[in-house]
């Protein structure tokens, strides 16, 4: 089993009015350690673009333990929770660390891979499985559309909203 780490200072610009590592600031630390997981493995942008392919996360969720400030050193983990067999499904778990080892927050992050062209799941190239395998334990789960089907929230079209009366795109002054 192996275990990714990429190091992050926290700046000023990445926290919010209470003044702590903000929100949108984890989902873009997990991303940028997925993207630094995947150069550092030969599947960066060159690659993905030469392959055709190009990952999307369809859910992702946090538990947050203790807050991290400003100017402090965290570390963001990468590890395979959940792989298809043909690795086309992946779930990596994100866990943000203090430098002390103190854990700050977990998160866990649902994917598939695209065809960039057809924009359509698809089987990543066997580099790709290669790497996930690596970084897969005996706790890896086996992953199948059905867990797809299983996120917790599905779509819910509505009327347009230009159809229904409601859209308006500033008030009117006799409404106040």
């Known amino acids: 089993m192996s275990v990714y780490h990429y190091k992050f200072e926290v700046r000023w610009s990445d926290i919010d009015a209470n003044k702590h590592l903000a929100n949108s600031s984890y989902v873009q630390y997990c991303a940028q350690t997925r993207m630094a997981f995947m150069n550092t ?57 203090l430098p002390d080892g103190t854990h700050c927050a977990t998160s866990e992050a649902t994917g598939i891979w695209i065809d960039m062209m057809l924009r ?6 066997e580099e790709i ?22 996120l917790p929230f599905k779509p819910e ?4 909203f230009h159809k229904r009366g409601t859209f308006t795109w500033k008030k009117d002054k006799e409404e106040n």
């Open 41 to 97: 493995h030969k599947m960066g942008l060159k690659e993905l673009s030469r392959w055709g392919i190009g990952p999307v996360i369809l859910h992702e969720r946090y538990s947050f333990f203790k807050e991290i400030f400003a100017d402090q050193t965290v570390y963001v983990s990468l590890e395979i929770a959940g792989m298809s067999e043909d690795a086309s499904i992946y779930q990596f778990i994100h866990k943000f660390y």
């Open 129 to 150: 499985e290669e790497v996930m395998k690596e970084f897969s334990t005996e706790n890896t789960k086996i992953l199948t559309r059905e867990d797809l089907r299983d």
């Open 157 to 160: 079209n509505v009327e347009a």
């Open 120 to 125: 359509k799941t698809t089987t990543p190239p």
